[in-house]
T-cell receptor
Framework: GQSLEQPSEVTAVEGAIVQINCTYQTSGFYGLSWYQQHDGGAPTFLSYNALDGLEETGRFSSFLSRSDSYGYLLLQELQMKDSASYFCAVRSSSGGYQKVTFGTGTKLQVIP | DTEVTQTPKHLVMGMTNKKSLKCEQHMGHRAMYWYKQKAKKPPELMFVYSYEKLSINESVPSRFSPECPNSSLLNLHLHALQPEDSALYLC?????????????FGPGTRLTVL
């Protein structure tokens, strides 16, 4: 089976940096994605890591360590609009096809 | 156009009703997905269509019946649902075979089963 674990809630101050961790167990691993979802909204893609290391996209960075089955999302210069749920998602093989399994989600609250 | 549209936005149905959810995308994506999301939970994969063929069915009850009439459209037919099926149903699409497999999600249909 597959499992992905994330902290359920994180609170951080506006302008600060926050790191959201994700540990996973899966077979046929291809890569790790991160999605943001505001309350009442749809998930939107943030980043994808297939190889070990750090990927940077503006204020957001994502890291992957395949040997540790671990990744994180780093959000810098936090803004109030970053308050949302963040999901890591594993892309893996399934019966010759690929599928995406979402983690438990982390609710980020940014406070003034 | 990077939009996935879903209709209806909201749906209330009884346990004996038959209804359909619709999803459309015009990004030329050849992979389309149905997810179910309960409140404060992650999206759960239900079905995957790849090149208009059903490639993954995550052991979904037969009261949910997917259909992919063409490369732009995806339907989810509902029949004899239970109250526990009330949830947000999300459609997504991606470019099959892409390196990142970025999925673009529609706004969802919020379904209430009475």
């Amino acid at each position: 089976g597959q499992s992905l674990e994330q902290p359920s809630e994180v609170t951080a101050v506006e302008g600060a940096i926050v790191q959201i961790n994700c540990t996973y167990q899966t077979s046929g691993f291809y890569g790790l994605s991160w999605y943001q979802q505001h309350d009442g909204g749809a998930p939107t893609f943030l980043s994808y890591n297939a190889l070990d290391g750090l990927e940077e996209t503006g204020r957001f960075s994502s890291f992957l360590s395949r040997s540790d089955s671990y990744g994180y999302l780093l959000l810098q210069e936090l803004q109030m609009k970053d308050s949302a749920s963040y999901f890591c998602a594993v892309r893996s093989s399934s019966g010759g096809y690929q599928k995406v399994t979402f983690g438990t989600g982390t609710k980020l609250q940014v406070i003034p | 156009d990077t939009e996935v549209t879903q209709t209806p936005k909201h749906l209330v149905m009884g346990m004996t009703n038959k209804k359909s959810l619709k999803c459309e995308q015009h990004m030329g994506h050849r992979a389309m997905y149905w997810y179910k999301q309960k409140a404060k939970k992650p999206p759960e994969l239900m079905f995957v269509y790849s090149y208009e063929k059903l490639s993954i069915n995550e052991s979904v009850p037969s009261r949910f019946s997917p259909e992919c009439p063409n490369s732009s459209l995806l339907n989810l037919h509902l029949h004899a649902l239970q109250p526990e099926d009330s949830a947000l149903y999300l459609c997504a699409s991606s470019q099959a075979g892409s390196v990142t497999d970025t999925q673009y999600f529609g706004p969802g249909t919020r379904l209430t089963v009475l």
